[in-house]
């Protein structure tokens, strides 16, 4: 049944101001104070940002990058600690791997557990999955998919046990990346494992239609990543697909589209605005959080929520 009542609330992606290499700390001070409820960050694991580095058109590679426990353990403090300090929650982590390669499985599967153990212990409930090798030379075959879907499955079989819910990221550069991926992965996913984390940009980027995949897969959707697109790959190339990311409103995307997918579903898990890069970053957050209220008529946290409660 058809509904126009908002069940689903607002985050915000702290990966818009570290990826301008600012503070983390002042991001959560923004987001806090433009109203959104909750927020989601990078695990930042040396794992994950050797997977970028290698295997993401990200520009020229650099040396490899090691992430030291020290600081691996001084951002977890931060970012667990952004309740009491900021007065908004962890909604998840990001985590990066390829999943699939014999040499890192067994550790990508550990740091996967750990995470879940982290989101629980903050209340969090997503656990948000990315990656997988993109498809270079040779098609893949339907086993490709059956042994991607299957290591999924296992993360998500591991997440369930604290109550965690694995949602797989599509995204440029990775395992799918185009709607032909998309379907062929839906064909042998077990949803009641994994659901999926969509992106409109990622898939406006391919020259594919997002709200036509929001409608399809309503219930798998178990948590959104919203953002706008300003081109595609008809244009852009390599990095610059990712430059083409753009505020709520700024780009070609229709989100009202997908606003009207959503609210048609009765979605009510998270949407999480991101932005990967701005020059201004505390600009256009407020700037994705005016359109949400003012173009799309939403609120950024329910009536009720902890948010509230808390504050």
Known sequence: METTEQRFEFGYEL???EFGEQPAAHGLEVI?????GCFEALLGDTL???FSRRVMTLGYPTLPETVSDVQLLDRLAMLTDAPREHGIRLASLFCDGEWVNPHTWAHELAKAKVVAHILHSVGARIFVCGGGPPQLGRPRSAADYADFAQRLHELGAHSAELGIRTVYHP???TFVETREQLDRLMDVLDTGLVG????PAHFQVKREDPVDIFRTY???IDY????DCTGDESTLTGYDRYLAFSALGTGII?????????LASGYDGLVIVELDYSEDPDGTCRQSAAYIRETLGLTLTLAGSTREKEG
């Open 15 to 17: 990966i818009t101001w």
């Open 32 to 36: 806090a104070a433009e109203g959104f």
């Open 48 to 50: 994950g940002a050797d």
């Open 171 to 173: 995204h440029i550069d």
């Open 196 to 199: 999926l984390c969509i992106d």
């Open 218 to 220: 309503a219930s798998a």
């Open 224 to 227: 959104v990543h919203l953002k």
């Open 254 to 262: 229709d989100l009202k589209g997908i606003t009207a997918a959503l």
